[in-house]
């Protein structure tokens, strides 16, 4: 039982380049979520998927695209890396959608630079 | 909404003696109450939950929290700190939506020898 996996682990990017990070967890949730954490500014949501098929937008989505492929996948894609997006990225997973009492389970994250 | 304020951006304890993670709230409704532990160079790890009931809760590692709601306060706590303990601490609102907006810049825990 791996919990939540993240790949790749590091990624240097040049401005303008594209990627995606890629996220799965074999525990069985419905929901899952992609964070970035930034020095002096915590972890922000980027996006999250309640479910199977559903997308939402959190706080800061500008510049990032997600796709849940299917139940334990949820990829974060960057269509145009910009400095600005220089930062570690967590993808989480919980058990359910709509349910505050379940806790999230976090991957190891990926360390993202963008020169 | 809900939201949380942590005071302290730093906290700093020698080994052996209690530690305590300030966490106050603000909120409309019932708040769905979380701590969370961030070890060096690792994702983040739940600890403990406040959900309803029990105002005493117990988590991982030794720690416990109380919610208060008079000083509408969950502070974490732990009798005895251990230099393994030294690590970022979030303490995080959850939304009825079952996710969580922000989890703040947490406070950093340093557990000296």
């Known amino acids: 039982n791996a919990g939540v996996t993240q790949t790749p682990k590091f990624q240097v990017l040049k401005t303008g380049q594209s990627m995606t990070l890629q996220c799965a967890q074999d525990?069985?949730?419905?929901?899952m979520y992609w964070y970035r954490q930034d020095p002096g500014m915590g972890l922000r949501l980027i996006y999250y998927?309640?479910?199977?098929?559903?997308?939402d937008k959190g706080e800061v989505p500008n510049g990032y695209n997600v796709s849940r492929l299917n139940k334990r996948e949820f990829s974060l894609r960057l269509e145009s890396a910009a400095p600005s997006q220089t930062s570690v990225y967590f993808c989480?997973?919980?058990?359910?959608?709509?349910?505050?009492?379940?806790?999230?389970?976090f991957g190891p994250g990926t360390r993202l630079t963008v020169t | 909404a809900q939201s949380v304020a942590q005071p302290e951006d730093q906290v700093n304890v020698a080994e052996g003696n209690p530690l305590t993670v300030k966490c106050t709230y603000s909120?409309?409704?019932?708040?769905?109450l979380f701590w969370y532990v961030q070890y060096p160079n690792r994702g983040l790890q739940f600890l403990l939950k406040?959900?309803?009931?029990?105002?005493l809760v117990k988590g991982s590692y030794g720690f416990e929290a109380e919610f208060n709601k008079s000083q509408t306060s969950f502070h974490l706590k732990k009798p005895s700190a251990l230099v393994s303990d030294s690590a970022l601490y979030f303490c995080?609102?959850?939304?009825?939506?079952?996710?969580?907006?922000?989890f703040g810049k947490g406070t950093s825990l340093l557990v000296t020898p």
């Open positions: 995080v609102p959850f939304y009825d939506s079952g996710y969580a907006l922000n």
């Open positions: 909120v409309s409704g019932n708040p769905y």
């Open positions: 525990m069985n949730h419905n929901s």
């Open positions: 989480a997973s919980s058990e359910a959608s709509g349910r505050p009492s379940y806790e999230q389970y």
């Open positions: 998927s309640a479910s199977e098929g559903t997308t």
């Open positions: 406040y959900i309803t009931g029990d105002n």
